[in-house]
């Protein structure tokens, strides 16, 4: 039974998409068969794994309504063991739709149920909202990973998303955890970084991942040649980041017994 990873922080630019298709790459060049959501209207998923919006048939949304199957939007990407269900700006209306449908949390896990069946790890790349699609995500994952910048503001956002994340523990999925807080963009020197890291650990203590993702180049260049850093430049500390990352997730989940 694979495993379903919703990374999500309502706060944009924070490394959401960086870090699923990053990720992704990084599972699926291990040789795990990882399926990505891309779950954000504005599709930044999509775009840095090269894929052509325009090209397009079936996307989440059409996966979402009922309208196909996930293996129906789902395609197999350029990047070993990576399939995508894309998604294009008609997913922007879908959390207006949704709340009027009978189980209108639950459609996403419906949706990408058998998935779960023929893949190691599904990522969902959230929106950066916390609105219905984003409640959709949680109530479908196991876990939610929170990147984070280490700025003040971010604090602010950090307790809103955890509120949430309880009330869809409380209503809809009382098996949701959170996989890990992450340090994104993550710059040593600044001072500010040493006291937001503290306060996290302080209010989180054991959910922060001790790998952190500098602020680094290729992560920034990667997405526009439609690649994976992995893939674009195998050596650069985001490369390797996102490398170590994936081996603090899998030595968390054998100490889970996952």
Do not use: H, W
Request: with cysteine.
């Amino acid at each position: 039974m694979g495993k379903v990873i919703a990374v999500s922080n309502q706060k944009g630019g924070v490394g959401k998409s960086t870090t699923v298709v990053n990720l992704a790459a990084v599972f699926g060049n291990r040789g795990e068969k990882v399926l990505i959501i891309d779950f954000d209207p504005q599709g930044n998923s999509t775009t840095s794994l090269g894929v052509r919006k325009k090209s397009i048939r079936n996307t989440v949304y059409e996966a979402l309504m009922g309208e196909c199957t996930v293996f129906e939007a789902a395609a197999p990407t350029e990047f070993r063991g990576v399939s995508l269900v894309p998604t294009t700006q008609r997913l922007s209306g879908a959390s207006a739709q949704l709340i009027s449908m009978r189980g209108k949390a639950l459609k996403l896990r419906e949706a990408i149920e058998q998935a779960r069946e023929f893949y190691d790890r599904i990522f969902i790349d959230c929106p950066p909202t916390l609105d219905m699609l984003t409640v959709n995500a949680l109530t479908a994952a196991d876990s939610v990973i929170i990147p984070i910048q280490c700025e003040f503001l971010s604090l602010e956002g950090l307790a809103e998303l955890n509120s949430t994340i309880k009330r869809v523990q409380q209503s809809y999925n009382p098996q949701l955890t959170i996989e890990g807080i992450l340090f994104t963009m993550y710059v040593e020197r600044y001072k500010v970084t040493g006291q937001i890291v503290k306060e996290v650990k302080k209010y989180f203590p054991g959910e922060v991942f001790e790998t952190v993702i500098p602020r680094n180049i290729a992560l920034s260049e990667a997405p526009g040649f439609g690649m994976p850093a992995l893939y674009y430049d195998k050596k650069s500390k985001g490369s390797r980041a996102y490398e170590a990352l994936a081996k603090e997730m899998i030595k968390r989940d054998r100490r889970k017994g996952e």
